[in-house]
């Protein structure tokens, strides 16, 4: 087998300080005075919405937010997905506003079919392709969010992924996704996980998630089951083409390269072991650019997430067969019962013109 690539130091650090996150070691210990201040400033943010000083804006359109409360690799995105092809199915015409991490502008931006991950950013990018429904990008969540509605005057929901922190957009639903990991040790950044202490109980209009088998905090909630659909070829995949049949059964009887640019990587290498795949791992960090290859040239067969897939073009020489695998997120029934009973109805006429089903 081939030896991993060497980590870089920020990963390495980056790796380091979430081991600590698991207990409340000497590492985190001394974080403290850190998170103390960290504390301090979100407060005081908080504290300007809430007195008036700094204002919410209300888009002309509802808006549910989908974000977490602990850093990294929760399930933000899936969960968008989740969302907005429930809205689809249930009548609603939806679009999308995201920051549109690791892009190379911090301006709003119409996500495009031809965009590419550094003018849009790698998550806003397949949101596009997985729902196929409006995106706008931006720091600025509610400038994405008039660019949005101008552009589609037809768009009836918003969904922001991960603006839980974005106060200056005002939210009618908010979606806290939570992981197996829950709220780690309970402390917040840097000391911890959390971007902000986790509520004694949910609010009205908020919703908890667990992206696990089992509710990782007293709030209550719902499950979401994760499961590998398949595997695409990577030119297929940017057709639109399903996970091929069978394809998965062709890689278990040989080694292949497993690359993740993921905040969490570990989660996507067990479910491909678990359907049987005999993996070389390939953990890059969170956002990876891909602008050179991660995996040797004598690699026969590559899988790849959807995610990083957006940043390899099917015409580049890749030296390799690259299949995109794909992830199915289904939250329980009773999830998408809660949402859409804190949301208005869909307009009588459908999003084509057609009375929804």
């Known amino acids: 087998m081939v030896a991993p690539a060497a980590a870089t130091l920020s990963d390495r650090a980056a790796a380091t300080l979430q081991r600590s996150w698991q207990g409340r070691g000497a ?4 974080l403290l005075p850190a998170a103390a201040a960290f504390e301090a400033i979100t407060a005081g943010r908080r504290a300007l919405f809430a007195r008036g000083w700094r204002h919410s804006e209300r888009l002309p359109v509802p808006v549910v937010v989908v974000g977490n409360l602990v850093v990294g690799g929760a399930g933000k995105t899936p969960t968008t997905i989740a969302v907005v092809e429930l809205l689809k199915r249930r009548g609603y015409a939806a679009g999308i506003v995201s920051r549109g991490y690791g892009r190379k502008s911090a301006a709003v931006t119409l996500v495009t079919g031809d965009a590419s991950a550094q003018e849009v950013g790698d998550e806003p990018l397949l949101l596009r392709r997985r729902t196929g ?10 400038g994405a969010g008039h660019a949005l509605l101008r ?3 037809d768009v009836e929901v918003i969904v922001s992924d991960d603006g839980l922190q974005h106060l200056a957009l ?7 996704v939570f992981d197996e990991r829950g709220a780690g040790n309970g402390r917040l950044l840097p000391a911890g996980p959390l971007r902000e202490r986790v509520p004694s109980a949910l609010a009205p209009r908020q919703i908890a998630l667990y992206n696990a088998v089992a509710a990782t905090t007293p709030l209550p909630g719902y499950l979401a089951q994760r499961s590998l659909a398949g595997v695409t070829p990577l030119d297929a995949w940017w057709n639109g083409a399903a996970p091929l049949p069978g394809a998965l059964e062709t890689l278990r009887d040989r080694e292949v390269f497993a690359v993740a640019g993921l905040a969490r990587p570990e989660r996507f290498f067990a479910m491909l072991r678990d359907d ?3 993996i070389v791992e390939r953990a890059l960090g969170d956002h990876a650019d891909f602008s050179s290859l991660p995996w040797p040239a004598a690699a026969t067969d590559v899988v790849v997430t959807e995610k990083d897939a957006v940043k390899l073009a099917p015409m580049r020489p890749l030296g390799a067969r690259v ?7 289904v939250p329980e029934p009773g999830f998408g ?6 949301l208005p109805p869909p307009s009588p ?7 929804p089903a």
């Not at 429904?133 to 509610?142: E, F, K, L, Q």
């Not at 019962?337 to 804190?342: E, K, T, V």
């Open 27 to 30: 590492l985190s210990t001394a």
């Open 133 to 142: 429904v409006p995106v706008a990008v931006g720091a600025d969540r509610v």
């Open 151 to 153: 552009a589609h005057p």
């Open 170 to 176: 005002e939210r009618d639903v908010e979606v806290l």
């Open 276 to 278: 049987g795949l005999r």
């Open 323 to 329: 299949w995109v695998a794909r992830l199915d997120f």
């Open 337 to 342: 019962s809660a949402l859409l009973a804190l």
């Open 349 to 355: 006429i459908g999003p084509n013109g057609n009375t």
